[in-house]
């Protein structure tokens, strides 16, 4: 069964980058079939999802966070991150790192598995 | 950006309830709709994707309808594990999130 974890700082100097790592477990993470991606919540606020790196290397990014996101696969390790540059408080949240499942069948497509979340503080 | 948005934002109800949970877009989506639920301290769970197949493994008291706009979550007898939120989410334009609904005791 494939899990997810994430982990990171979990306080950051607000302009600093703000890195997390997922690491994948139960599978490899390269299996030709499987994208990955980064979702957040704010306290209080709603969930957003931040960005996919699918199973071809394409990369689709929320527009909101484009100029300073990198999402990236470490195939040897097992593992995607993420890197956000110049960070803010508006950047404090629950990190998820999720597979991104695409339907065999057609474009359905789905967040399944999540990781169980890291809070990301962003403070002086 | 397409808006979701989820009704009721909480609701009390008891075991053995039938509860019914809305969501909505703010343009069609067709069908792509997915419910999810989340528990204190874990990570959410896929319920329901393209608006009423039900992920393996899950319950079927839980069921998924809708097209279009108009969507709806239904567990037809609620069960001590099913208090938790839930949440809509939309994967026909880029992807978004309703704003959860609490279910409580």
């Known amino acids: 069964q494939l899990q997810l974890q994430e982990s990171g700082p979990a306080l950051v100097k607000p302009s600093e980058t703000l890195s997390l790592f997922c690491t994948v477990s139960g599978g490899p993470i390269s299996n030709g079939n499987d994208s990955w991606a980064w979702i957040r919540q704010p306290p209080g606020k709603g969930l957003e999802w931040i960005g996919t790196?699918?199973?071809?290397?394409?990369?689709h990014y929320n527009p909101s966070l484009k100029s300073r996101l990198t999402i990236s696969v470490d195939t040897p390790n097992n593992q995607f991150s993420l890197r956000l540059t110049s960070a803010t408080a508006a950047d404090t949240a629950m990190y998820y790192c999720?597979?991104?499942?695409?339907?065999?069948?057609?474009?359905?497509?789905?967040?399944?598995?999540w990781g169980q979340g890291t809070l990301v503080t962003v403070s002086s | 950006d397409i808006q979701m948005t989820q009704s009721p934002s909480s609701l009390s109800a008891s075991v053995g309830d039938r509860v019914t949970i809305t969501c909505r877009a703010s343009q069609t989506i067709k069908r792509y709709l997915n419910w999810y639920q989340r528990k204190p301290g874990k990570a959410p769970k896929l319920l329901i994707y393209a608006a009423s197949t039900l992920q393996s493994g899950v319950p079927s008291r839980f069921s998924g309808t809708g097209s279009g706009t108009d969507f709806t979550l239904t567990i037809s007898s609620l069960q001590p594990e099913d208090f938790a939120s839930y949440y809509c989410q939309q994967s026909f334009n880029t992807y978004s999130f309703g704003q959860g609904t609490k279910l409580e005791i």
């Open positions: 999720v597979r991104h499942l695409i339907a065999a069948d057609g474009p359905y497509n789905w967040f399944d598995p």
């Open positions: 790196i699918y199973y071809s290397g394409s990369l």
